[in-house]
């Protein structure tokens, strides 16, 4: 069984820097399609960043610059947030695919398992 669980999230000024973790049990994260996703207060989850098996990343476009999204030690995957904002306040939460697929979605639909998610919450 596949379980995904973040960490890292916090409550931090504009401008500054956090980095949020994703450790997975169950799943060799570099065998699958691995992306980010938030949920601002009050909206719908969207799309940050992903990378998939062969280290293609994508990005959305609020966050493309500052954001970095990356393989760490064993079965772990970062997001590291630059010059974060106060639009950038929401839960993060890591997903992964059922299928070795090489596509990084941006479509919550094309992600089989999720975490729990962190918050992140940026003052101005």
């Known amino acids: 069984q596949v379980q995904l669980v973040e960490s890292g999230g916090g409550l931090v000024q504009a401008g500054n820097s956090l980095r949020l973790s994703c450790v997975s049990s169950?799943?060799?994260?570099?065998?699958?399609?691995m992306a980010w996703f938030r949920r601002p207060p009050g909206k719908e989850r969207e799309f940050v960043a992903g990378?998939?098996?062969?280290?293609?990343k994508l990005y959305s476009d609020s966050v493309k610059n500052r954001f970095a999204v990356s393989r760490d030690v064993e079965n772990t995957v970062v997001l590291q947030m630059n010059d974060l904002k106060p639009d950038d306040t929401a839960v993060y939460i890591c997903a992964t695919m059922a299928d070795r697929d090489l596509n990084v979605p941006r479509s919550a639909s094309f992600y089989a398992y999720w975490g729990a998610g962190t918050q992140v919450t940026v003052s101005s």
């Open positions: 990378v998939n098996r062969l280290s293609t």
């Open positions: 169950g799943r060799t994260v570099s065998a699958y399609t």
